[in-house]
Structures are given as structure tokens and as C-alpha cells.
């Protein structure tokens, strides 16, 4: 029963993606207008649902930065409306024509970008995620289903009704953005078993909800486990440039994926570099956790053995490692970095790019903190994920990353001998 | 058992590819001329393999096509050869870097082209496919897992083993061409969740080995179900155009998934142009089903109901149906078409426009014919499958589409506010 569920809700989402690939630009750019001005005029029922929620939650004993999460405030739901518009004013990938070439029989070969057709999003307790994925993945000309968390589904529902008058008066099914209002595990199960009608599974949240999606998807998912960004300070580093991107990457924020774990030391200037550092950190109250070499420079630091790296503290704690040169700092990460995003500080340029072009991450960075990547920070204009996998894209994926191209070809009458 | 022993076999091939990716394009090409030059000098060994494959193939009772494919000759070893030289002169599209933008706060953002990591081909009865995939993975950076089928096991193990001599000379790990020497079920199916270490599936074949593939897969896996390709001729066609391109993509080859199997005829212009189709099938005996508008034209010819369409004949037959307008042409393809390719005959540029534009198929040609839809005809130089799903390739795949982009950054310390 609930596979006849999925099938139908998945169906009626690809026939909508059949009217949204032949919008204009123009006609796109107007529906999220419309659905901005909407979500600006429907605080009332939108604040009243999340109180719904917040009640359900508060009473189910989520944590406090989950209900942080769920709360939505007349400027929460403002911001949603402005990432909407500001949508509107981002190049419109869907229909680029480009020459691929002109082949020796006359025939032109060009390739034109598409949309993808239907993005499935599975994510948990964030509200904002029902506009900001239905909006980029209205403007990039594909259908959504929206697939949260029980926790957050009155507000997401309240969120959707507020924006469907504007596909509606626009001649767009509604189901172009599909939430379901079902957050039954079954249905959840039958969606992903649907290849025929949706193209990519894109979920939002924890390692435990990703690998629980890939284990059970018959349709592509992108995949981002966690972020393990390492800093890796070089013998000819600027030691100045160094602290700050440091200090950036480990306490500006620290609940997020481009936040920095690890830090790697080029034993020459260890002596030099640490003591300042330490003294930082002790400020900060970040907690430290170092190689036998390097923890007598931390107060209370915690020593670790050789197979303990790799985790993602997501708080104010960090791994310290003094490395002999450029290769063992470089095989650190090959071992224990998640291909998220991965920094060197360091003067010489020849360092830097072979540190650019030997380390395996979606984001490779010289000279600059980790905290910049993400898709508004590297000039995507808005981001629907981040994929540590390399299949279709690799990094923070923006509009283009929701498209595809397909062969066009324009010949004369040519046959093939 | 059977997973410890993917594991092994996905492991070594995933470290092995960390070698590849760091070659020059110098160092690859000249791997891949010792491989050629390897298996022109290894007609004994491999041809002897083939006989003991072709022996039980024919008491196993494969049919003559079958058989066919799975023989060998001098003949064909050398085209093998001669299909890696081709490839040392391609381009290789691994470290390529782009210049993104620049951003307001001075970051430099590119991209830089890099393998996808481990390519898992599965495969039946053509031997061909271990020389021909190893060495375009090979010349990408990618390690490659081949699993052939049982019946031509013994010849892919020896071309495999004429190959690996030019690998380990250049220092790199065997593993990187991996042939599965067990045909067991159940190793295919633990190859296929080995999520960590392999990072593409692409399986070449028919449908029922395409699905399952997609089943059982938690790797993603480029589809190609089958090609169900249509021409439709306009009322403003060059009929004689319309009419070589039919003739060319029904009956030049039949066995192929870029051959016609639709036609479409707006009705305006079926009465001139049917009469002498019928004459050409009829003398080429090509057989006919059609609607009933259509069928009186060609003797013989089985009527088709409304539902019928779709059909992937490869034989000298094909489906052919009256529509009123463009529209109509366009609704039939998107009902009953494979979004492999697809194919306008047209004098008028805006309709050629619209169709290239509205029809969803990983090709759409405008006045040419259909089997010039493979990777060496679109310009890719070589094909390594078909995609007929939207994620990460549309349509033929060659080098560029066995890499993916890393997002390459690079400041003067920058960090974020």
C-alpha cells in the first residue's frame, strides 16, 4: 500500500517537473517572487504551526539546539523570503547552448543544459529546508518532494501551503513541490525504491540518517557523511596567516561541517608556532587532543594514539599532530580527512599546489580559512548540499549542480556510412 | 566469505587508483602503448584462452550471435590494440584547471579535474570490453574492477594478463586492472555495496542485467535500459532527407541501441512520403506494425493498438504512426520513447529549435541520422557506455565523463567574518 502511495505522489511530481523544464526564466523568476511576497504575508499561520511543533518537541524532549532548529520567528521566516528572492536574481542555468564542435561531416554537436527532473530531499528538524529546496529546485526547473523530520511537519506543511498559490497561479501542479505529510518509515522506504520518477536523493542531516538513505535507495544519492577538516601548517607557512585561519576554522563556529578538526604542525616551526596557539586556545577554552610530540605544549591535552584521528568534534576540541614534511601531512589526510575541504598555509606556491592537486577533498584550499567553504562563499549564490562523493558532483552543490546536459546534434541530412 | 573477498579485491584497486591519479598524462600514454604493443604480441596465449571459451560456449548451446561476440581473431586483438593507440592520442581531461571567479574578498576559485577513483564495469559475453574499459580507465585515472561474465572468462583473463606486464613495468600496482576471476553470484553482490572503495557501476548488457544491477547496487550505476529511438518527420521535412535518414537508421544495422525503432509521419505529408517507405521496406523486408491510418500503405503490415508502442524490435522491423502536429510527435516520444535518442527531419529551424529543445533524450538530432548517436561519432573520441539517466552523465560517456571536479581555492589568509 504504501509502495501505490510513493508510486502516486512520486508520478504526479514528475508530470509537474514536465511543466516546470519548459518555464522561461522570466516565468520561474515570477513564481518565486510570488512565494516570497507569500511566506512574508503568512507569518500568522506559519508561526502557528511551528508552535505545534515546538510543543511536540519540547514535550518529546528534544535537545535544545534541535528546538533551536525548529523555532521559527517572524525573521526567520523573513530570511526564508529573502533567500527566495535573492534566488531570483541567480543565472538560470536550464537551457545554456553550448558548441561542443562542428565534426569533419558537417554535423553540429552542441550540448544543452536541463533539468534534472525530480530531487527527492530527506531531512530531519529544519523548516527552512521546505523553502530553500523548494525554491532552488523550482528555479532550476526540477519537481521536490520533501521529506522531513516528524518533528518539524506542521511548520513545513504551513511553509508549502503558503507557497502553492504562487505555482498554482502560475497554471504549475502544486505537486511540483510535494511534502509529504506522511512521515510513516514505510513511505520513506517506498519513495527511495521509486527510480522510475525521481532522479536524486539528496539528504540533509546526520551521518546516521545518510547511510540509513544509501543502504536503501534504488536511486541516486549524493552523499555527505561529515565534514573532518584538517589545517596543515607548512615549514614556509606565514605563521600570522596561519594562527588566524586557524582560530577562524576552530572557533568562529563550531556545529559545522566546514569547521576545522585537525590540525597538522611541520615539525620546523613547531616551537615557534605552538606556544602561540596554546596560549589562544587555553583563552578559548578549546580542549586539546595531540601526539606525544606536540601535547607537552597544551595544558590537559589529551594524548592520541596513532588510529585515534579522524573525528568530528563539533565543538571546541581539536587533534594536533606534528608531521616530519609535506608527504606525511599529506598522507595524514589521505587517512583520516572525509573529503570535505582541506587547508594549507604556506608561502611557496609550489607547495600549495601540489597540496592542491594531491589532496583528495571536494574543497582544497591554500592560504584561507575552511569556513569559506560552502556554496555561497565560492560563488554558487545558494547551496541544496554538499557532496563528498564524486558521482554528478563533488563539493557544495548550487542551481547548475540540479541540471544536466543533454547532446544536441544538427546535421544536414547526414546518414552514417 | 564472499564480502571479505570484494573487500580485498575493492581495496586494492581503490589504493592502486590513488597511483593512477597521479600520473602524468606522459606516464599513462606511455603505459598504454606498451599494453597495445602487449597484446599484438600475445595472439597465442589469448586466442588459446578463446578457444577453450568458445568450447563451452557452444556445449553450453549459446546462440550464433553469442558466439560471435565472444570470438576472437588476430583480427580483432589488433582492433583492440589499435583502440588503445587511439587513445593515447586523446586528450586527457584529468588536471585540467578553470578559473571559476574571483571573489569580492580576493579568494581565487577553480576547478580542477580529477578521476572519479574506481570504475566497476559488469558485463557479459564481450571480451573486448576488459581491454577496452581498462584502458580508458586507465588513461582517466580510474582503477577499473571487471566483471565479465562467465562465458568469456578465460579470454578476458588472458587479455587482462597480456596487459598487466606494461602496469607493473611503470610501477604501478597490478590491481589497478583487476579481472574477477570468480563468476560467483555472490561476489557480485558483495562488490556491489562495497560503498567505500568503488565509485561508479557500469553495467553493459541487456535490460534484465541493467536492472539488476540497479537493484542490488548501493553504488551509483549508470543506466541504459534500452533505445527505443524515433524519427519524426514534419510536414515541412525534405522528404528525401526524411527518407535517407529512415533507411540509414533501420536497416544499416539492427542489432544496435541507436537504431530506429518509431517512426512518425505527420499526417500532411503521409500520403507522398509513405508510399515510397513501403516500397524500400517492402524489397528490404523490414516489417511493419502501424496504426490503422497507416497500415493500408504497407502489405502486411500488423496493426498496432493504442498501447502497443514502444517496442525495442532490433531486428528489421519498426513501429509507424500518423500524428495530427508537432505536439502529438512530441507526446508519443515522451510516452513511449527510452530518452536514448531521438530524431526531427525538418526544414523549418524553429521547429528543429523546439524539438531539440522540448524532447527529453540524452540525444535529439535535427536532420541526421540516428546512428551517428555513440561516443566516437559525437566527438568523445571513445565511449565507455551509454547513459540514459540523468545523473552525472546524459548520453554516450567518454574520458571526461569518467572524472569529476574538485573545487580548488586559493587566498592570501583570508578568513571569514
Do not use: W
Amino acid at each position: 500500500m504504501m509502495m501505490a502511495k510513493a508510486k502516486e505522489y512520486a508520478a504526479a511530481c514528475a508530470k509537474a517537473a514536465k511543466v516546470l523544464a519548459r518555464l522561461t526564466t522570466a516565468q520561474k523568476n515570477a513564481v518565486l517572487s510570488d512565494m516570497a511576497n507569500a511566506l512574508r504575508q503568512s507569518h500568522g499561520p506559519i508561526l502557528k504551526a511551528n508552535e505545534t511543533d515546538m510543543a511536540n518537541g519540547r514535550d518529546k524532549g528534544l535537545d535544545n539546539a534541535m528546538l533551536d532548529r525548529l523555532q521559527l520567528t517572524p525573521a526567520r521566516i523573513d530570511a526564508m523570503a529573502d533567500a527566495i528572492d535573492f534566488l531570483v536574481g541567480l543565472p538560470d542555468p536550464v537551457g545554456e547552448r553550448r558548441l561542443v564542435e562542428t565534426r569533419p561531416n558537417g554535423l553540429k554537436i552542441e550540448k544543452m543544459r536541463i533539468p534534472l527532473g525530480v530531487v527527492c530531499m530527506i531531512y530531519e528538524a529544519r523548516p527552512n529546508v521546505t523553502a530553500d529546496a523548494g525554491a532552488l529546485c523550482l528555479k532550476s526547473g526540477n519537481g521536490v518532494i520533501l521529506r522531513g523530520g516528524r518533528e518539524a511537519l506542521q511548520s513545513s506543511l504551513a511553509i508549502a501551503e503558503a507557497m502553492r498559490p504562487a505555482l498554482i497561479a502560475h497554471g504549475i501542479p502544486g505537486a511540483a513541490i510535494t511534502v509529504i505529510d506522511d512521515p510513516d518509515r514505510e513511505l520513506l522506504l517506498a519513495l527511495l525504491k521509486q527510480i522510475d520518477d525521481i532522479d536524486l536523493v539528496i539528504p540533509r542531516g546526520g551521518e546516521g540518517l545518510i547511510r540509513f538513505v544509501t543502504e536503501q535507495s534504488r536511486i541516486p544519492v549524493i552523499q555527505h557523511f561529515k565534514g573532518v577538516c584538517h589545517l596543515y601548517v607548512d615549514k614556509e607557512a606565514d605563521l600570522d596567516k596561519a594562527f588566524n585561519i586557524l582560530m577562524n576554522g576552530k572557533t568562529q563556529r563550531t556545529g559545522v561541517c566546514n569547521a576545522l578538526e585537525g590540525l597538522l604542525v611541520h615539525q620546523d616551526v613547531a616551537e615557534t608556532f605552538l606556544p602561540k596557539v596554546a596560549k589562544a586556545f587555553g583563552e578559548k577554552g578549546v580542549k586539546v587532543h595531540a601526539d606525544s610530540a606536540t601535547a607537552g605544549y597544551f595544558a590537559g591535552a589529551e594524548l592520541m594514539g596513532e588510529d585515534d584521528y579522524g573525528q568530528e568534534y563539533l565543538a571546541l576540541e581539536i587533534a594536533i599532530r606534528q608531521v616530519p614534511d609535506f608527504d606525511g601531512a599529506v598522507a595524514h589526510i589521505e587517512r583520516f580527512g572525509s573529503q570535505h575541504t582541506e587547508v594549507i598555509v604556506t608561502e611557496n606556491n609550489d607547495t600549495a599546489t601540489a597540496f592542491q592537486q594531491q589532496v583528495d577533498s571536494a574543497v582544497v584550499m591554500a592560504n584561507a580559512s575552511s569556513r569559506f567553504s560552502d556554496g555561497g562563499e565560492l560563488g554558487l549564490g545558494a547551496e541544496i548540499g554538499i557532496s563528498t562523493s564524486k558521482l554528478h558532483a563533488y563539493g557544495p552543490m548550487g542551481l547548475e549542480a540540479l541540471t544536466t546536459e543533454k547532446f544536441v546534434v544538427t546535421g544536414a541530412g547526414q546518414v552514417r556510412e
